[in-house]
C-alpha cells in the first residue's frame, strides 16, 4: 500500500511509551515515511519514531511541538506563549532542514526566508498520529530533507465500515479554550472523516523586559476532511485536505521601544488539498498524485504591514512492484511549482526516483533509494540512501543508514530584490547513523543510535555585501553529531517508565555552537492506570548547556540557563465513553527561558471532558 493511499493511516508507536507498550508490539507497527513502500520498522533501516494517537491524547504538553519534541533527537524553541513561533529542530539542525507534511502535504512555507514549517500554526486538537524520520531523506523526498522529516496525520477515514466520532473540550489557564470535534464514517467502499476545532487564549506577555506588560493573545481554527472511494476492486480515488487560520499579539523588539509593543498584530491562514487515484494491477500498484498548499501572512507594527503569501504545486506518480521473496521495487517521478510574492520568479523541481528493498536473508534487509532532481535555476542534483537493517536475534535489531542531500535555496534567497542572488547553488549534506534496539521478555526496551551530519556550502547572510548585505555561499562545514538513547521499562501491569536522552555537539562552519541547541536533552515518562477508571502520568523535561544565543532584539549574545520542567495529567473514566481529565503544566513552577528575553509558562492547569460515540 503506498503512501498516496496510506498517508492518513493509523500510525503505530515505534518505541514503547506508554504502559501499553506490550500491546503496541504485538500490532507490528510500521513506517509510512522512512522508505518509499511502507515497512514495519523491524525492516527500515532509516531511524524513525511513531506517535500513536493515545499518546497524542495522554501528553501532558499542551502543544504539539512539544510532545514532538519529547521524542529522542528532537528539541524545539518558542518565543513565548500560545501562538508565538514555534520550531522543531531534528538532531540539532535548524528547522530549514525538516520539511513537514500534513496528511501527505508539504506544508512549509515558501514565502519565507527559508522554507520551513512554524509549529503554532497548527492545533494538536485533531492530528491523530506522528512520525518523524531522522537522518537525510532527500533521496525520497527531495530538496530541504537534510536532518529528516515529520509527518502529521490529520482527519482519517475509517477503512472499516462503522462510524466513530469525539468531541474534546477544555479550559484553563490564561483564559484559555478550545473544542474539537472529529467524527469518521466507512461503508463497504467508501469512507470520510472531518476534524472541526479552535481555541482562543488571552495568553501573557512573550518578551520578558520592561514595558512588555501587556498580554499577547491568541486565536485559531483549524478543519481537515479525508474521503475515498474504492471504485473497483482494484481502484481507489480519494481526497483528503485542511485550513487554518490564526490570530494574535506579538511583540515587536527589533527598532521599537516598548511604547510601540501593542501595535504587533499577525494573521495566518493556511490551506492544502492532495487528491489520488490507485490502482493495482497484479503485482503492481500505480499511483497518481495532485497536491496544493497556500499560506498567506500579514504582520502588523508601527512601521505598517508587510504580507507575505507563498504557493506549492505538486503532481506525482509511483509505482510499487511487490516482487516477491520480501523484495520490492518502488519507482516515480513528480514535478513541484514554488511561488510567493516575496520572489520575483518561481521554482520549479522535476524528480525521478526509485528504490529497492531487497531481503538478502530472513534476517537482514538492504534498501538503496536514488533520486535525481532537476531544478530550474541551478540544475540538476542526484541524491541516494543506502540503509542496512539486520535482526541478530529475535530480540536486537541493527540499523545502519548513510545518505547525502542537499538543501536548495529558497525563493526569498534567490530572487528578492534587495538580499537575494540567484546564483546560490544548494547545500549539500552527507549523513550517517547506526543504530541497535534490544527488546525484552517483559515488555521493556532499549535502543541507542549514533548520528552524525556534514553540510557544504551553507548559505548564509553576508553584511559585506554591498549596498546592505545579500545571502552569499560561505566556506567550511557545518557539523551536528551526537546520541540518541531510548528505553522503556514496565514496572509492574499497570505502569511503565519511559526515557529518552539526546547528547547533541553541534556547530557551524566556524566551528562556533550552534545557536538554540541544548548539549544535553532528557526525557522521562511515568504512566499509570492506577484504578481501571483512572490514569494519570507525569513527564520531566531536563535541558542543560546551551550555547550563547542573541537576545530578541538582537543586540547582544547572552546565555540561558539549564532549565527542567514538570507536567502532569490525571484522567477519570465517568462511562465507557466519556472521560474527564486534568493537566498540570509546569507543575513546580519553574521559571527559566528556551530562548533570551522570552518568557516560558508558568504553572497552568487545564480541564477537559472527552467524549467518544
Known amino acids: 500500500m503506498s503512501r498516496l493511499f496510506s498517508g492518513v493511516s493509523v500510525l503505530a508507536l515505534s518505541l514503547p511509551l506508554s504502559v501499553h507498550a506490550q500491546d503496541v508490539l504485538e500490532l507490528a507497527p510500521i513506517t509510512v515515511y522512512g522508505n518509499v513502500t511502507d515497512l514495519p520498522l523491524s525492516r527500515t533501516g532509516a531511524t524513525a519514531t511513531v506517535i500513536g494517537e493515545e499518546e497524542l491524547e495522554d501528553a501532558p504538553a499542551q502543544t504539539l511541538a512539544e510532545t514532538v519534541a519529547a521524542q529522542p533527537g528532537v528539541s524545539y524553541t518558542q518565543t513565548g506563549g500560545p501562538g508565538q513561533p514555534a520550531f522543531v ?27 520551513q514549517f512554524d509549529w503554532s500554526n497548527i492545533l494538536s486538537g485533531g492530528v491523530t498520529g506522528a512520525e518523524i524520520v531522522k537522518g537525510s531523506q532527500s533521496a525520497l523526498y527531495g530538496a530541504d530533507a537534510v536532518g529528516g ?7 482519517q477515514a475509517p477503512d472499516a465500515p462503522g462510524r466513530e466520532g469525539e468531541i474534546v473540550l477544555e479550559a484553563g489557564a490564561y483564559e484559555t479554550q478550545s473544542a474539537t470535534l472529529s467524527y469518521g464514517l466507512a461503508t463497504e467502499r467508501a469512507g470520510f472523516a472531518f476534524s472541526l476545532g479552535g481555541t482562543q487564549s488571552e495568553g501573557y ?32 480515488v480519494g481526497l483528503t485536505g485542511f485550513y487554518n487560520a490564526s490570530k494574535g499579539d506579538f511583540d515587536p523588539t527589533f527598532g521599537l521601544t516598548p511604547a510601540d509593543v501593542e501595535d504587533g498584530e499577525f494573521e495566518t491562514y493556511q490551506r492544502g488539498y492532495r487528491g489520488y487515484a490507485e490502482l493495482q494491477t497484479g503485482a503492481l500498484t500505480h499511483t497518481l498524485e495532485l497536491s496544493q498548499f497556500r499560506i498567506g501572512r500579514d504582520s502588523t507594527n508601527s512601521f505598517g504591514t508587510s504580507t507575505f503569501e507563498g504557493e506549492r504545486k505538486k503532481i506525482g506518480y509511483l509505482g ?10 518502488s519507482f516515480g517521478a513528480d514535478r513541484t511549482i514554488e511561488e510567493a510574492n516575496v520572489a520575483s520568479d518561481e521554482v520549479e523541481t522535476g524528480g525521478l526516483f526509485a528504490e529497492l528493498v531487497y531481503a538478502a536473508t530472513p534476517d537482514l534487509d538492504l534498501a ?20 542496512v537493517t539486520w535482526r541478530a536475534t529475535p530480540d536486537i535489531t541493527v540499523r545502519a543508514s548513510v545518505a547525502n542531500g542537499y538543501r536548495a535555496p529558497s525563493l526569498y534567497e534567490l530572487y528578492d530584490p534587495t538580499y537575494g542572488d540567484a546564483s546560490l547553488d544548494p547545500e549539500e549534506s552527507l549523513s550517517y547513523d547506526l543504530g541497535i534496539e534490544k527488546v525484552y521478555a517483559n515488555g521493556a526496551s532499549v535502543s541507542a543510535t549514533l548520528f552524525k551530519t556534514e553540510i557544504d556550502d551553507l548559505i548564509v547572510f553576508d553584511g559585506t555585501v554591498a549596498p546592505f548585505g545579500a545571502y552569499a555561499q560561505s566556506n567550511g562545514t557545518a557539523t551536528t553529531e551526537g546520541l540518541e538513547i531510548a528505553a522503556f ?23 562556533d555552537p550552534e545557536l538554540n541547541v541544548p548539549r544535553y536533552d532528557l526525557a522521562l515518562g511515568l504512566d499509570a492506570e492506577i484504578t481501571d ?14 550555547p550563547d544565543t542573541f537576545n530578541a532584539d538582537f543586540s547582544s549574545v547572552e546565555s540561558v540557563d539549564d532549565y527542567t520542567v514538570v507536567n502532569a495529567r490525571v484522567a477519570y473514566a465517568v462511562t465507557e465513553d466519556i472521560e474527564a481529565y486534568l493537566r498540570v503544566e509546569n507543575l513546580f513552577d519553574s521559571d527559566y527561558e528556551i530562548i533570551p528575553d522570552y518568557d516560558a509558562p508558568g504553572r497552568s492547569a487545564y480541564f477537559g471532558v472527552r467524549a467518544s460515540f
Open 205 to 236: 506577555s512573550a518578551v520578558d523586559l520592561p514595558g512588555y506588560d501587556e498580554d499577547d493573545g491568541f486565536a485559531a481554527k483549524q478543519a481537515s476532511f479525508d474521503a475515498y472511494v474504492d471504485v473497483t476492486d482494484t481502484l481507489r
Open 368 to 387: 538503496l533509494s536514488v533520486r535525481n532532481d532537476h531544478h530550474s535555476e541551478f540544475g540538476d542534483f542526484t541524491a541516494a540512501r543506502g540503509a
Open 320 to 329: 510499487e512492484w511487490d516482487i516477491g521473496g520480501g523484495t520490492l521495487l
Open 533 to 546: 477508571r483512572v490514569s494519570g502520568g507525569v513527564t520531566l523535561r531536563h535541558v542543560a548547556d546551551f
Open 89 to 115: 529542530r531534528l538532531r540539532g539542525l535548524p528547522q530549514r532542514y525538516a520539511p513537514v507534511l500534513v496528511n501527505g502535504i508539504d506544508v512549509t512555507d515558501p514565502s519565507g526566508v527559508q522554507s
Open 489 to 511: 521499562l514496565p514496572l509492574g501491569a499497570r505502569i511503565g517508565l519511559s526515557g529518552a536522552f539526546t547528547y547533541t555537539d553541534a556547530r557551524d562552519a566556524s566551528d
Open 149 to 155: 522529516i515529520i509527518a502529521l496525520t490529520a482527519a
